[in-house]
């Protein structure tokens, strides 16, 4: 299947994946993103980049706006080893799924937390225990750990 990554709402900025969603007899052609939607062509569409794809998982989603936010400390996942990979405000389940490939209860089961300002003290650990690593990064950045000593 022929995917094509679109220019985002900001000129040189990418957006996301879609595919040729077909004519709608009112509207015209249309895109189709992942869940469903639609969204008509327009001739001002900038297609960064076509692929030959089986799937939507098999596509890079590190080229689409989910890998290129503002360095923002406040949204992401936080590995048991003290990576951080960034997420926007309630993206985790797409960067979950698409940038680190695994389910949100995976990724939690397995140890990491989850930031967000969504939470009291700005992240969450399904195990309330967090390792060094993501201790010391949590402190760096000013989260407090109070809770977790």
């Not at 967090?130 to 750990?145: G, H």
């Amino acid at each position: 299947m022929k995917f094509y990554l679109l220019e985002g709402n900001f000129k040189g900025q990418p957006g996301t994946w879609y595919v040729h969603g077909g004519i709608n007899p009112k509207y015209g052609e249309y895109w189709q993103n992942i869940c469903g939607g639609r969204m008509p062509k327009h001739k001002n569409d900038v297609i960064i980049k076509e692929v030959e794809a089986e799937d939507w998982d098999d596509l890079n989603w590190k080229e689409t706006y989910l890998g290129h936010l503002y360095r923002d400390l406040t949204e992401g996942w936080l590995s048991p080893t003290g990576e951080f990979v960034q997420a926007g405000y309630m993206q985790h389940e797409d960067v979950a799924d698409f940038i680190l490939k695994k389910s949100s209860i995976e990724l939690e089961d397995s140890g990491w937390i989850k930031l967000s300002k969504a939470f009291s003290n700005g992240y969450y650990s399904k195990k309330h225990r967090l390792t060094s690593y993501q201790k010391v990064w949590l402190n760096k950045n000013e989260f407090n750990t109070e809770d977790y000593d």
